[in-house]
């Protein structure tokens, strides 16, 4: 049976960090991933890492941050001091033993077009990720064409993909070349919407096919755990943080049920 995992969001309504990595380990979860996004939050992503750790959670990975990604694809000063960013971010997770980071592409609904400088400066980010022993997953988001062409030209085996159901649903209406990532997805982040909009609900409370999208990744050889993006916030509010999480663990048994049925 695969095991289960979830996000440590700043995005929760109404709770601090700490109330949400409680609820989380209440609920059952052993695993989560964490925000690594260099924000002034309050606890910070270091005390965030330490606590959930104090509470027996294993870090699967982080998600680090995004802001000013589209410039990797520019001729810009910015783009070049994004190279060094993101490295100091990977040397601090692997000091902080995680294991693998998860990075955008691309952030909003435009981008420049993707190039062989951009390529260069993401072949940078990861030989050093290499050098050090971390991994490295591109995830889907909003514009297509950015996943393929990245992982079409950087072979690194710790290169690969995290899918992204929300985005998939969302921005590509479920169009995504599962079988060109064989082999290369290294993690996924599961969620759900009605479309056009990345809601980020419980699986089946929106309207993707669940029995398609786990089998598209059984297909395609996805090993890991089934790990759930949920937020607490809109019509969720109407249950606390703890019936919240206890519901997603929930959810992710009816998902390890169809991992073993489809």
Known sequence: M????????????GVTAYETIDAIKKAGFKNVFIQWYDKDWNPSQEEQLAYARKQGLNVIFAHLG???????????????????????????????DIPMVVMHLTSKEKAPAYNE?????????????????????????????YLDYVIGHIKNDNVGICYDSGHCHAHFQDEFNFPFFQDRIFAVHL????????????PFDGSIDW????????????EGPITMELIYQNDYLNMNIEEFFQKGYEVGEKLQKLFEEV
């Open 2 to 13: 695969r095991e289960l995992a979830v996000v440590i969001s700043n995005n929760n309504e």
């Open 66 to 96: 995004y802001p000013n990604i589209n410039e990797i694809w520019v001729d810009s000063e910015e783009g070049e001091q994004l190279v060094e960013k993101y490295q100091k971010d990977i040397q601090a997770c692997k000091d902080n």
């Open 117 to 145: 400088l951009g390529l260069r400066r993401i072949q940078e980010i990861v030989d050093y990720a290499k050098e050090i022993g971390v991994k490295v997953a591109f995830e889907n988001t909003k514009i297509k064409g």
């Open 191 to 202: 969620h759900d919407n009605k479309e056009g909009w990345d809601q980020h609900l419980f």
């Open 211 to 222: 029995e398609t999208v786990i089998r598209n990744l059984k297909e395609e050889h996805y």
